[in-house]
């Protein structure tokens, strides 16, 4: 079973910067497609952007396509994820998962922007 660790939240300022990370023990090589996801409080959980692990197919939604950046490193099984331009309306907890949210979640690490 694949166990994900987030990590590298915290508290920032508006249109400060913030790089999040995700180690995926015990993955098993394949092409699937790496995903970030946030839930603000209320709200339910949302897709945010998408790689393979080979660098192809990366998908934002549109509420963060020019300031979020998404990459990975296969060797080290962590995807990241460069959050620039931060709004308040960023602040939630973000998740890492494949795309088609097969594995167990992750405990999220909390991103709070503060206006």
């Known amino acids: 079973q694949v166990q994900l660790v987030e990590s590298g939240g915290g508290l920032v300022q508006a249109g400060g910067s913030v790089r999040l990370s995700c180690a995926a023990s015990?993955?098993?090589?394949?092409?699937?497609?790496m995903a970030w996801f946030r839930q603000a409080p209320g709200k339910e959980r949302e897709f945010v952007a998408a790689?393979?692990?080979?660098?192809?197919?990366?998908d934002y939604v549109d509420s963060v396509k020019g300031r979020f950046s998404i990459s990975g490193d296969n060797a080290k099984n962590t995807v990241y994820l460069q959050m620039n331009s931060l709004k308040p309306e960023d602040t939630a907890v973000y998740y890492c998962?494949?795309?088609?949210?097969?594995?167990?979640w992750g405990q999220g690490t909390q991103v709070t922007v503060s206006s």
């Open positions: 015990g993955r098993t090589p394949g092409a699937y497609t």
């Open positions: 998962n494949d795309r088609l949210q097969t594995w167990n």
């Open positions: 790689t393979s692990w080979r660098g192809g197919n990366i």
